[in-house]
C-alpha cells in the first residue's frame, strides 16, 4: 500500500513539473499575437497618412458624378419595372421607392401598416414618409383638402378619386404616371392599375393636389440637373 501511494505522489509531482516548465511558453506565445496587431494596424494607419502626404481631406474622396448618376440610372430602372412606368430621371425617387417597397401589401379595412392597409391608410402612409404631411385616414377628407388638378395636368403624386355616384367619393389612390397609379385595392392589396381599365375609368372622379408636395419633386430635379452638368 505505501508503494502505491509513493508512486501515486512521484506521478503527480511529475506532471506539476511538466505544467511548470510549459507554462511560460504558453503565456509567451499568447502574449506575442495581441501585441502583433497594433503594430499592423499602427503600420498601415502610417503608410495612409504617407499616401495622403498628410491631409484628411483625401482620405474619403467623394462620389464621382458618373457612378452617382450610374446608380440613379439602376434605381430608376428598377422602379420602372416594378410598377409598369417608364421613368425619367428627373421623377420623385423618394416617392417611387416608397411605393415600391408598399407593393404587395395586404389589403385591410381600417389598417395603415406594412402588415395590412386600405386606400386611404396606405396614402397617409406614403405622404408622411415622402413629403411630411399627415393627412386625415378618410378618402372623403382627403379630398375636401385637395386642390382639383385637371385629369390632363395630374403629376405623380397627385390623388386620384373614384366614386360610385357624384360626390360619392369611396377610394383613393396615388398617381404616378401615363395613367397609372398605385393604391390598396380590396381584391389585391398595394398596387399598380391603370386609370384606363374600365372599372377605374367608369368610377374615376377626380384628381387633386395636397400643397406641399410639390417642393420635393422640385428638388428632385434640381438634383438631377446638377448632376448631368457635372458629367
Known amino acids: 500500500m505505501k508503494n502505491i501511494l509513493l508512486s501515486c505522489f512521484a506521478a503527480a509531482a511529475l506532471t506539476l513539473s511538466f505544467c511548470f516548465d510549459k507554462a511560460p511558453d504558453a ?24 499616401a495622403d502626404n498628410g491631409d484628411p481631406a483625401k482620405s474619403e474622396e467623394p462620389e464621382s458624378a458618373a457612378t452617382t448618376a450610374s446608380r440613379d440610372s439602376l434605381a430608376y430602372g428598377y422602379y420602372g419595372q416594378t410598377l409598369g412606368v417608364k421613368l425619367a430621371q428627373t421623377e420623385n425617387k423618394s416617392l417611387l421607392q416608397t411605393i415600391v417597397d408598399w407593393i404587395g401589401t395586404p389589403y385591410s379595412f381600417g389598417a395603415s401598416s406594412r402588415r395590412g392597409t386600405d386606400c386611404s391608410g396606405f396614402v397617409t402612409q406614403v405622404y408622411k414618409k415622402v413629403y411630411g404631411i399627415s393627412l386625415k385616414h378618410s378618402s372623403r377628407a382627403m379630398f375636401g383638402s385637395a386642390k382639383r388638378v385637371a385629369k390632363t395636368e395630374m403629376k405623380a403624386g397627385d390623388l386620384v378619386f373614384f366614386s360610385h355616384g357624384k360626390g360619392n367619393i369611396y377610394h383613393v389612390g396615388i398617381y404616378l404616371k401615363d395613367g397609372k397609379f398605385a393604391h390598396s385595392a380590396t381584391n389585391g392589396g398595394v398596387m399598380v392599375s391603370s386609370l384606363h381599365q374600365a372599372y377605374y375609368s367608369r368610377n374615376f372622379y377626380a384628381a387633386g393636389r395636397v400643397a406641399g408636395t410639390e417642393v420635393p419633386q422640385a428638388e428632385e430635379m434640381l438634383e438631377a440637373a446638377t448632376a448631368q452638368a457635372a458629367e
Open 27 to 50: 503565456s509567451a506565445s499568447a502574449g506575442t499575437a495581441p501585441r502583433a496587431v497594433p503594430a499592423v494596424a499602427e503600420a498601415s494607419l502610417l503608410s495612409g497618412l504617407l
